[in-house]
Structures are given as structure tokens and as C-alpha cells.
């Protein structure tokens, strides 16, 4: 069983940044595909940013050239660095771990962007 705990969203200005972290509980960055996922109110979930095993590094447009997701295996922690942020960022962000059948997610931290 793998547990994910994120932390350091919160409230920020448009323009403004926010650094997220998932920390687990394993060091699962070897095997697992990591993921952020975002769920905005009346909305679906969201895929954000993905990073493989091997370091493939995937964003959807919406967050393309704002937000950078980096692991650091050393103290298993996977980042989500956002800059410009908007208010449709506004959301809970989730972090995702999957191997194979195996998944865990995290419990989410909300992120609001307002002025």
C-alpha cells in the first residue's frame, strides 16, 4: 500500500505561483507512472501532468509552458510547480500513482486562484 500526501496549494493572485508536493510513502519513482490531476467544481478530473519511470514528461495544453512536474527520488516527493496562474486553475489537485492494476491517490489540496 502506497500513501500520498500533497501539500502547499492555497490562495494566490493571477499572475502569482504555487509550489505542490506529494509526498509517499514508498519510493515508488522507479516503477510508478506519476500523475496531478485537477477536479474543479461541476467538473470532471482532470489530467495535468504526467511523468514516466524512464522520465517522459507529458502536460495538457491548458497548463503547457506554466506548470513543471519534477520528482525528487531521494526524499520520494513529486513536485508540481505552477507559475501565471489563473483562475481556471482553480481546483483540488490530486496526486496519482499507477503500476500495472496498482493505483493510489492522494487526499488533494485545493488550489484557488482569485484576486
Known amino acids: 500500500q502506497v500513501q500520498l500526501v500533497e501539500s502547499g496549494g492555497g490562495l494566490v493572485q493571477p499572475g502569482g505561483s504555487l509550489r505542490l508536493t506529494c509526498t509517499a510513502s514508498?519510493?515508488?519513482?522507479?516503477?510508478?507512472?506519476l500523475r496531478w490531476y485537477r477536479q474543479a467544481p461541476g467538473k470532471q478530473r482532470e489530467l495535468v501532468a504526467q511523468a514516466t519511470p524512464l522520465d517522459y514528461i507529458s502536460y495538457s495544453e491548458s497548463v503547457e509552458g506554466r506548470f513543471t512536474i519534477l520528482k525528487e527520488k531521494y526524499r520520494n516527493v513529486l513536485l508540481l510547480e505552477m507559475k501565471d496562474l489563473k483562475p481556471e486553475d482553480t481546483a483540488v489537485y490530486y496526486c496519482?500513482?499507477?503500476?500495472?492494476?496498482?493505483?493510489?491517490w492522494g487526499q488533494g489540496t485545493q488550489v484557488s486562484v482569485s484576486s
Open positions: 496519482n500513482a499507477q503500476y500495472n492494476s496498482l493505483e493510489f
Open positions: 514508498l519510493n515508488i519513482f522507479d516503477l510508478y507512472i
